[in-house]
């Protein structure tokens, strides 16, 4: 039998695998309900009761506010200032270190965090309980496209694209480089014992990318390479996460060296998994597909068997899929559709057909 990181690794490169690989997310409400129901003491023990075969390193590049300064204000590593609560002297409770009148020359002089202060020792002990067994993932998360719509708002941050683009590509040059640093750091510290880095920029709605695809090629296409050619350089997969519609962008992920689209929302505009599979499975894997907006919160444990067993299925002889919700299980989602998915998956053992009725077998 294959070894959880023998599996994973044959279905990132389009290989046959015994059974399809498993990934979990889920929030910690969901994870105690299902360690209780299982009757299982940690969270490692879930996993591999579920048959897991993906293990996420957990790394925390933040660094934490200063101050308070003498108006109360706390300082964020971005350099944003934000306090709680009413003052009474008709200042905002937040403050962006940028606006309208802000130049490229002043975001070049702005104090901007140091990757280097962070310790990164805590990141090899991690990776040694896993690497060689199971699947290693992980690295900083680096939503820079959120970051910096959260620094300077949202608003602000989609007119500065239009209207003070040099501005706007100042700042995800000044926020990527940091993160870029730290996913470096990160990966020396591991010595290795990364499979695949993982990061995070939500680009689409359910019916769309949130911007034009012109303006994500303008914008983000680049500064996205950068973090895929540093993982490169240490011989790690790529897996992007971005929730929504984000057909239009996936060849752009694809030349540029993503080699995993998470988290597959097949109930947005173009990207139901067959196909996905059909235009790009060749080039990419898929993880997670199963969808937890109707399906998984509404079906029976047999129309998730159903759904899980039409994944499996379409991909079983081709790889390129790993097994996984469309996005965190979250608690309106019942237990048993969710042990349902795990269960389907075949090779399995008798380890979790005990907590389902026979009529769900």
Not at 11 to 18: L, Q
Not at 245 to 274: C, F, K, N, Y
């Amino acid at each position: 039998m294959m070894t959880s990181r023998e599996r994973v690794m044959r279905a990132i490169n389009h290989k046959s695998t015994d059974r399809a690989p498993a990934d979990y997310g889920g929030h910690q409400v969901v994870t105690d309900g299902l360690m209780r129901k299982l009757g299982v003491a940690s969270y490692e023990e879930l996993l591999r009761v579920l048959r897991v075969d993906m293990r996420r390193i957990v790394f925390n590049y933040g660094q934490p506010d200063t101050g308070p300064d003498a108006d109360g204000y706390m300082r964020t590593m971005w350099g944003a200032k934000h306090r709680d609560g009413n003052h009474g002297d008709g200042q905002p409770n937040y403050i962006s270190p940028f606006d309208e009148n802000t130049t490229v020359d002043d975001v070049h002089a702005h104090l901007w965090p140091d990757a280097g202060t962070i310790d990164y020792s805590p990141v090899k002990g991690q990776c040694e309980k896993y690497y060689g067994e199971y699947a290693t993932f992980g690295a900083p998360w680096s939503p820079f496209y959120h970051e910096v719509g959260w620094l300077i708002g949202q608003e602000r941050f989609l007119t500065w694209m239009a209207t003070k683009p040099d501005v706007a590509e100042a700042i995800i040059q000044h926020v990527v480089d940091y993160e870029v640093d730290a996913t470096r750091r990160f990966l020396e510290a591991a010595r290795g014992m990364v499979d695949i880095t993982y990061f995070g920029n939500d680009f689409g709605t359910q019916r769309s990318l949130v911007i034009s695809p012109r303006m994500w090629q303008t914008f983000f296409r680049q500064p996205l390479k950068r973090f895929y050619d540093v993982s490169h350089e240490y011989g790690c997969m790529v897996m992007q996460h971005s929730c929504g519609a984000v057909r239009d962008i996936i060849p752009s992920l694809i030349e540029d060296g993503v080699d995993i689209l998470d988290p597959i929302q097949v109930t947005a505009a173009g990207m139901d998994l067959p196909g996905l599979v059909r235009d790009f499975g060749s080039r990419l894997c898929f993880h997670g597909g199963v969808d937890t907006q109707r399906l998984l919160p509404f079906g029976s444990p047999r129309d998730v068997r159903d759904a899980v067993r039409f994944f499996i299925n379409l991909t079983h002889n081709r790889g390129g899929y790993i097994l996984c919700g469309s996005q965190e299980f979250i608690e309106d989602i019942p237990l048993e559709n969710i042990l349902a998915l795990y269960d389907e998956n075949p090779c399995r053992g008798d380890a979790l057909v005990t907590f389902f009725e026979s009529d769900q077998v």
